[in-house]
């Protein structure tokens, strides 16, 4: 996905400074290692055993519930709303959203403002 995101990036022009062309980069960057931290911690305490009974990241059941557990759980998400917003952000996918849309409804939403103030006017 970084790499990705990396070729993808790479040919735009540099318009703005450094986080304005790689910012979506990182984003994605810093995703991915908040959302693989969760699994990763999985695979070391409990099918590795390493610092197994004081590091455990829930007592019972399957949902975390230790400071470790929750914070890695919180990583998870806000990882995955990273990745949502740098992925947009490389795609360009929001501005070809609001493109569509506009073709979509027409010159209809840009008028139709104006006109319900001018009817609130008189």
């Given at each position: 996905?970084?790499q990705?995101?990396?070729?993808?990036?790479?040919?735009?022009?540099?318009?703005?400074?450094h986080?304005?062309?790689?910012?979506?980069?990182?984003?994605?960057?810093?995703?991915?290692?908040?959302?693989?931290?969760?699994?990763?911690?999985v695979?070391?305490?409990?099918?590795?055993?390493?610092?197994?009974?004081?590091?455990?990241?829930?007592t019972?059941?399957?949902f975390?519930?230790?400071?470790?557990?929750?914070?890695?759980?919180l990583?998870?998400?806000?990882?995955?709303?990273?990745?949502?917003?740098?992925?947009?952000?490389v795609?360009?996918?929001?501005?070809k959203?609001?493109?569509r849309?506009?073709?979509?409804r027409?010159?209809?939403?840009?008028?139709?403002p104006?006109?319900?103030?001018?009817?609130?006017?008189?």
């Amino acid at each position: 996905m970084v790499q990705f995101c990396y070729h993808k990036v790479a040919p735009r022009p540099k318009a703005g400074g450094h986080w304005q062309k790689w910012g979506p980069v990182w984003l994605v960057l810093l995703a991915t290692v908040l959302t693989m931290a969760q699994p990763l911690a999985v695979l070391f305490i409990y099918v590795g055993e390493v610092g197994y009974p004081e590091h455990k990241m829930w007592t019972s059941g399957w949902f975390p519930n230790t400071p470790l557990g929750i914070t890695l759980y919180l990583f998870k998400w806000l990882g995955m709303v990273l990745l949502i917003v740098g992925v947009f952000q490389v795609t360009q996918l929001h501005v070809k959203i609001r493109k569509r849309w506009r073709q979509i409804r027409g010159e209809r939403d840009a008028v139709a403002p104006a006109a319900a103030e001018e009817e609130c006017t008189s």
